[in-house]
């Protein structure tokens, strides 16, 4: 076995898990503040990236200007689908909340090619996706530069809502909130704010995922799927952890990439696409909480 490539594939699937763990974080703020798992985070990725292209291309504004207005839309479309849509299902079922996510969903999706077009786009941010001269002319490693620089981004957004929810005020109410609402309420924390915040930070992340996913892969519907990668992502890592979701991003991106090279060709190739959601269902069979998450015992 060629070392140099076993590391290339390497480090290429640990990048790629640090985008999943992005994406995977805004399942886990919605979770952790609400319970409810938010089905529409695909759609709200697919939203931003065709937003901001479509501001670029039908406007002719500059990328620059066009990423803080989107910033802004994304803001206030969480906001609104905390205000309109969920404020009002306080207290509800949880099944209740999440087909009204996957209301959301088809709705999201339905608007953002009603505003912008179904056709696909091409997104282009000022990062080159070039190998790194240096790893490639010392040790034969071909990383794409757009791929570290992604990752960095990711990691450096990641990092910063950890310490955000953990070492702020507003990480203290969050945790409170998220372990029992009515005793949150109880002692004056206000839920409904909370919420929007929660809300509205899910709102940025997608447009953070959904700008760097769609310069990757262009910008087209398929990136609702982006989405559905993320499960995997949560089940190992736990719906309600900020380092779980960091963890199993690293965990799923490594181990497909590594499957696709090493056990592909034994099986016809094209496992790519389905080994991490096998290796999250054997996880589940032996720790259903996954990694970080919080075990729960039922009484009967």
Same mark, same amino acid.
């Given at each position: 076995m060629n070392i140099n490539f076993f590391f290339e594939v390497l480090i290429g699937g640990l990048l790629? +898990?640090?985008? =999943?763990? !992005?994406?995977? !974080? %805004?399942f886990v703020l919605i979770y952790k503040a609400s319970g409810v798992f938010n089905f529409a985070q695909g759609a709200m990725v697919f939203f931003a990236a065709l937003t901001c292209v479509g501001l670029t291309e039908q406007f002719g504004l500059s990328l620059w200007l066009a990423i803080p207005l989107t910033?802004?839309?994304m803001v206030a479309? %969480?906001?609104?689908? #905390?205000?309109?849509?969920?404020?009002? !299902?306080?207290?509800?079922?949880?099944?209740?909340?999440f087909m009204a996510t996957i209301g959301l969903t088809f709705f999201? #999706?339905?608007?953002?090619?009603? &505003?912008?077009?179904?056709?696909?786009?091409?997104? /282009?941010l000022p990062i080159e996706d070039v190998p790194i001269e240096w790893l490639l002319e010392k040790y034969n490693i071909i990383v794409s530069q757009f791929d570290v620089i992604a990752a960095l981004i990711c990691a450096l !957004?990641? *990092?910063?809502?950890?310490?955000?929810?953990? /070492? *702020?005020?507003?990480?203290?109410? &969050?945790?409170?909130?998220?372990?029992?609402?009515?005793?949150? &309420? $109880?002692?004056?924390?206000?839920?409904?704010?909370?919420?929007?915040?929660v809300w509205a930070v899910a709102g940025f992340v997608a447009l953070v995922a959904g700008l760097l996913w769609g310069a990757r892969n262009g910008v087209?519907?398929?990136? *609702?799927?982006? $989405?559905? /990668?993320?499960?995997?992502?949560?089940?190992? +890592?736990?719906? *309600?952890?900020?380092?779980?979701?960091?963890?199993?991003?690293?965990?799923?991106? $490594?181990? #497909? /990439?590594? $499957?696709?090279? =090493?056990i592909g060709p034994l099986v016809g190739g094209g496992? #790519?696409?389905?080994?991490?959601?096998?290796?999250?269902? &054997?996880?589940?069979?032996?720790?259903?909480e996954g990694l970080f998450g919080e075990k729960i015992i039922r009484r009967i």
């Open positions: 790629s +898990g640090v985008m =999943y763990a !992005l994406v995977a !974080l %805004g910033m802004l839309v479309l %969480g906001l609104a689908i #905390e205000r309109i849509v969920l404020r009002p !299902l306080v207290n509800q079922p949880e099944i209740t909340l999201i #999706e339905g608007l953002a090619q009603l &505003l912008w077009g179904s056709q696909p786009h091409q997104l /282009k !957004l990641v *990092t910063g809502l950890a310490l955000l929810f953990s /070492k *702020t005020k507003i990480g203290r109410a &969050l945790r409170a909130v998220a372990d029992d609402h009515q005793a949150a &309420l $109880a002692v004056g924390i206000p839920l409904q704010q909370i919420w929007g915040i087209q519907f398929a990136l *609702t799927f982006v $989405a559905l /990668k993320a499960l995997p992502v949560l089940i190992l +890592g736990g719906f *309600t952890s900020v380092p779980g979701a960091i963890v199993g991003g690293l965990i799923i991106g $490594a181990s #497909e /990439k590594l $499957a696709e090279v =090493y496992i #790519e696409g389905w080994f991490p959601y096998v290796l999250a269902l &054997l996880f589940l069979l032996v720790r259903p």
